[in-house]
């Protein structure tokens, strides 16, 4: 008399087509995880950044026109390409002890930035009297080397309304 036993298990075909299945969810799951971290660091980025121009604009209207594009007291403020403003990395502006913005490298290594923000003043044929237009360039990290860095450029424009 045979005795049928029943065999259980899966085959090695079985288990080699399900790890694939399993394998090619796995790296859409990880892809969409990889998308959504490079998203969200971006849009970190953007928001520090609105907030980093707007403290900038804020600034150079506390400076003054006149200040900003040098009549009277000599050459242009903004004119080179060191930068001019030092942030956080929260997109804070970095200030000294006196509450003032910190403006050179040096003394902002101290307060450890992230951002730096250089000014350029962008003058056009066609600009009205009285209006100075101002290219301000954002780069980060600081630490990296410059040819690494990421670059944003915001462009906008300063009013002589201040000056009366």
């Given amino acids: 008399m045979k005795l049928f036993i029943k065999q259980c298990g899966f085959s090695l075909v079985e288990v080699v087509l399900a790890l694939g299945i399993v394998a090619v969810g796995l790296i859409g799951v990880i892809s969409v995880i990889s ?7 971006a849009s970190r980025d953007d928001t520090a ?5 707007q403290t900038t604009i804020t600034e150079l209207h506390a400076i003054g026109y006149s200040m900003v ?7 242009p403020k903004y004119t080179d390409a060191d930068p001019d403003y030092f942030f956080a990395a929260s997109g804070a502006l970095c200030r000294d002890a006196m509450g003032a913005p910190i403006t050179n490298a040096t003394a902002a290594s101290a307060n450890l930035p992230v951002y730096c923000c250089t000014v350029t003043i962008k003058n056009s044929p066609q600009q009205p009297s009285g209006m100075v237009y101002l290219r301000l360039d954002f780069s980060w990290p600081i630490a990296a080397p410059t040819a ?3 670059h944003k450029m915001v462009f906008t424009s300063l009013a002589k309304y201040d000056d009366f």
């Fill in 69 to 75: 594009i040098g009549t009277g007291s000599g050459a």
């Fill in 49 to 53: 950044l609105g907030l980093m121009t």
């Fill in 35 to 41: 998308y959504s971290l490079q998203s969200d660091s």
């Fill in 148 to 150: 690494k860095r990421q």
